[in-house]
């Protein structure tokens, strides 16, 4: 399982123009599940999200999680991010999880999140080619493998 983070002062995702998600401060997630993926890798990425200190303190220190500083969230499903590019010059996606169990994953996730941080976590639309606007905070963008390579 893979993600994307980035710090955002605010992102959204549109459908033929039609908003379907969006968030102000906070952390847009793209989201690459994995055909060797479980609910154990995503217990640990959402684990990991959840307490990730990235956003800055009053010392200027990324000291703080994104509910700390409270936070939102907004995750995209992103298949190209399982993309294999060691040959040739087109991507491979043989190990990206196929639908439906990858929307359910996907779902799970937003899920868990939720749960874990008690924030509610808006979401893109699974499938669907989506325009994403984003200003990213720092910039700060982390990548996230999970199981950790």
């Not at 640990?44 to 700390?68: H, P, W, Y």
């Not at 937003?110 to 990213?136: Q, S």
Request: charged content about 30%.
């Amino acid at each position: 399982m893979r993600a994307l983070l980035q710090r955002v002062s605010r992102a959204k995702v549109t459908v033929e123009g039609e908003t379907v998600g969006e968030t102000g401060h906070g952390l847009l997630i793209f989201l690459g599940v994995e055909v060797s993926d479980s609910d154990k890798e995503l217990e640990a990425l959402v684990a990991k999200i959840q307490g990730l200190r990235i956003f800055t303190d009053d010392q200027g220190k990324m000291n703080r999680s994104c509910e700390d500083v409270g936070g939102s969230y907004l995750a995209v499903s992103q298949f190209t991010l399982c993309a294999d590019t060691k040959s040739g010059k087109r991507p491979g996606y043989e190990r990206a999880m196929k639908p439906p169990e990858s929307e359910r994953m996907y779902e799970r996730f937003c899920e868990r999140l939720a749960v874990l941080t008690g924030r509610p976590v808006a979401r893109g639309r699974f499938g669907a080619h989506m325009d994403v606007e984003l200003v990213n905070d720092g910039p700060v963008t982390i990548w996230l493998d999970y199981p950790a390579g």
